[in-house]
């Protein structure tokens, strides 16, 4: 059924090796690169798409509506309110005295195109189509990518820190420590994190901060387990056992030796935690219970695909952004594995 | 040495149940909007089901709205009018015994509600189950015989990050494209079809199958990774084992040798995950795969209680998740050191 040849069994011979893992890296490299400048243009998601111009010269004066809110009877109307650029009238007035510069996308996250009946395929005005609320889908992704990557950053560092003390704490002392350890992580494990966030939103509108901070307070003990495992087995090697005797304190062994071997061991698995708490964050807005209804969010984006089946680029652009994004995380992952690989070895080799 | 752990790890289940059972309880009554304002709103006709979830409207009802006299009566029909200790300690003896109480709102025992929707569940998770081994083990193989190659970590490419994409994601995905959004192929919701009864035992029977594809498809490509990756490398790691040079130093083919020798012996570790796999197919990404495709089963029941506050469904859900994740896990441990008596559980001494 199978055809084996006795090539394919044998270990791949070292070049063989050394070029896939080349190109595993090369790879990473531009996962990473893709990865750094979706971000970076999601951070100036304000300049590429909003219902703002960035720049205004109205009777040789310049204006800059992104930055400062200015009242309409600045440009000729009537009403003391702020100025809506998407008036005709008032795009009228500013093209009669001067010019707009706009940016790429005339709409922001929460604008809403009255034009069209909504949800609206993609148009050349709309390049992703409107969503079931009339407003831009393509400005919601970008400015949906920023909450949910810079989101999922907080996250992720919050518990590599937590996970690292506690890991370290665990794995070290051992015993009775040790023990209680693993109880309170099992309990932990088991506290349904959806409920607590449940409360939270029912008792305070969940903000960015209080919501990352309740997912990472409820996500670290998995990654406390992998370090533990860690400093077990890096506390049994020789040179940190001498340093024990020659009577190096406890604190000063934790952070010179544990600490940066516990960090590498980390560091591979650091990549699913940051797609762990990007799924969690748009499990909670897709429930309902994430970030205050508005907001630019991927979980909302799919939901509104999974409710509006007869207008399937909502929930495929969903979909296809955080494949993407999972996928250039993924990638980035299997090259800092490869780059560990040599360290991994030999810690083998000794332990 | 051995028995010693384990009785200590069996020992320890019980308070470790007893403190979940605790903090749910309590996590529950703190939960705002009990189940006294839910009854209320149900009476004022508001909707709190898991279909206005996606209506974006609050379900939680205004409290300054709450007559009363209303509320003081049902408080008492609920049992609300004790103290908090008092249904505190009424629950934990109950619970001891097995009795889960009974829904506030349709009277039903939990237990039974739980057996009533246990068939949809256990379709998935079992299907689920199935599939993934029958995919995974083969797979597997076939990964570890092309070792390094270029089937290999393209294959391994796209299982991470099938792993790494939120199931439901997956779910939803397959919703759009197949069932109503791009093809109509499946069917959008449900186990069965509303002429279910009608169909001849076969028609019954496809019908099934039909509906469960999708749900399945999305929680096979989710959970296909670790297992995949895990009999891949037990493989190789026999594979250099000396005994299959052995075998074919005695004229043994190598394929045969493989499916002889090596298999069977990475297969034991494969076996030990199932507990540990078992549970994470019914617990983990059951819930939103059941509320994306409409299937009416005990996460979705879950679910719907809590949006409802209906706690003694809610807790009995937990209760039983719980019991089953602990005893998993034990049997999970157990199995890993029959199969490997080299694993070693106990503390390591520094």
């Not at chain 1, 309409?72 to 707009?100: H, M, N, R, V």
């Not at chain 2, 199935?130 to 995974?136: G, Q, S």
């Not at chain 2, 394929?255 to 995950?273: D, G, K, M």
């Amino acid at each position: 059924m199978m055809d084996i040849s006795q090539d394919d069994v044998n270990l791949p011979d070292n070049s063989k090796k050394n070029s896939r893992r080349l190109s595993t890296l090369k790879r990473g490299k531009y996962a990473a690169i893709i990865f750094l400048i979706l971000f970076f243009v999601s951070l100036f998601a304000e300049l590429i798409a909003n219902d703002k111009p960035l720049l205004i010269s109205y009777k040789g004066e310049l204006f800059f509506p992104i930055l400062v809110s200015y009242p309409e009877t600045q440009f000729g109307g009537d009403f003391d309110s702020e100025a809506d650029y998407t008036d005709p009238f008032l795009s009228e007035q500013i093209a009669k005295q001067g010019w707009a510069l706009w940016p790429f996308v005339h709409y922001s996250y929460s604008t809403i195109n009255y034009e069209l009946s909504y949800p609206s395929p993609p148009t050349s005005e709309n390049w992703l189509g409107l969503d079931d609320q009339g407003r831009d889908v393509f400005a919601r992704l970008l400015y949906g990518i920023r909450i949910s990557l810079g989101f999922s950053f907080f996250i992720t560092v919050n518990i590599a820190l937590l996970a690292l003390v506690a890991g370290t704490l665990q794995g070290y002392f051992g015993g009775v420590v040790d023990l209680f350890g693993q109880r309170v992580s099992e309990i932990w494990g088991s506290v349904p994190v959806m409920f607590v966030v449940m409360i939270v939103s029912s008792l305070i509108q969940p903000s960015f901060f209080t919501l990352s901070m309740i997912l990472a307070l409820f996500g670290w003990h998995y990654l406390a387990q992998l370090v533990r495992a860690e400093v077990l087995r890096t506390r049994q090697l020789e040179y940190i056992q001498s340093a024990l005797i020659v009577g190096v304190p406890d604190w000063r062994v934790i952070w010179r030796h544990i600490m940066p071997n516990a960090l590498i061991a980390t560091l591979s698995s650091l990549p699913f935690v940051f797609s762990g708490a990007l799924g969690s964050l748009i499990t909670l807005d897709f429930l309902g219970f994430g970030l205050p209804v508005g907001y630019p969010s991927l979980g909302e984006l799919i939901s509104q695909g999974k409710n509006n089946l007869h207008a399937p680029w909502l929930g495929l652009t969903g979909c296809g952004a955080i494949l993407l994004i999972v996928t250039l995380v993924v990638l980035m992952s299997e090259a800092i594995q490869e780059w560990l690989s040599p360290y991994k070895d030999k810690d083998h080799a000794e332990g | 040495m051995l028995n010693f752990y384990f009785i200590r790890r069996l020992l320890l289940v019980f308070p470790t149940l007893f403190i979940i059972i605790s903090l749910n309880f309590f996590l529950l009554q703190w939960l705002p909007g009990g189940p006294v304002e839910a009854a209320f709103a149900k009476q004022q006709g508001i909707d709190s089901s898991a279909n206005a979830l996606f209506d974006e409207t609050d379900q939680i009802t205004n409290g300054q709205l709450i007559d009363d006299q209303l509320r003081d009566k049902i408080a008492r029909e609920y049992g609300f009018d004790k103290p908090i200790w008092q249904r505190y300690t009424e629950t934990l003896s109950r619970y001891l015994s097995f009795e889960l109480g009974s829904s506030y709102f349709s009277k039903r025992p939990v237990t039974e509600l739980i057996f009533s929707k246990l068939p949809v569940s256990l379709s998935l998770g079992f299907w689920t189950l199935f599939l993934t081994y029958l995919i995974a083990i083969p797979l597997g193989v076939m990964k570890a015989n092309k070792q390094g190659g270029m089937f290999d970590s393209t294959s391994s490419l796209l299982l991470f990050i099938a792993y790494a994409v939120p199931t439901f994601i997956i779910a939803i995905m397959l919703l759009i494209l197949f069932a109503g959004g791009v093809f109509s192929w499946f069917p959008l919701r449900g186990l069965v079809s509303a002429n279910h009864a009608d169909l001849s035992v076969t028609g019954q029977i496809l019908d099934y199958f039909w509906h469960l594809c999708l749900p399945v498809a999305a929680c096979v490509a989710s959970g296909l990774a670790s297992l995949t990756v895990l009999t891949r490398n037990s493989i190789i790691d026999q594979m250099a084992q000396p005994y299959l040079d052995t075998a074919i130093c005695m004229g043994e083919s190598r394929t045969s040798a493989i499916f002889n020798h090596v298999l069977p012996n990475s297969i034991l570790v494969i076996v030990a995950r199932l507990p540990s796999d078992l549970l994470s197919i019914f617990i983990g990404g059951t819930l939103l795969v059941e509320i994306v495709f409409s299937l009416d089963g005990v996460a979705l029941l879950g679910f719907e209680a809590l949006l409802e506050r209906d706690y003694p469904v809610v807790l009995g859900i937990l209760y039983c998740y719980s019991l089953l994740g602990l005893v998993l896990n034990l049997v999970g441990d157990l199995i890993y050191r029959w199969v490997d008596p080299r694993v070693d559980f106990s503390e390591v001494n520094g």
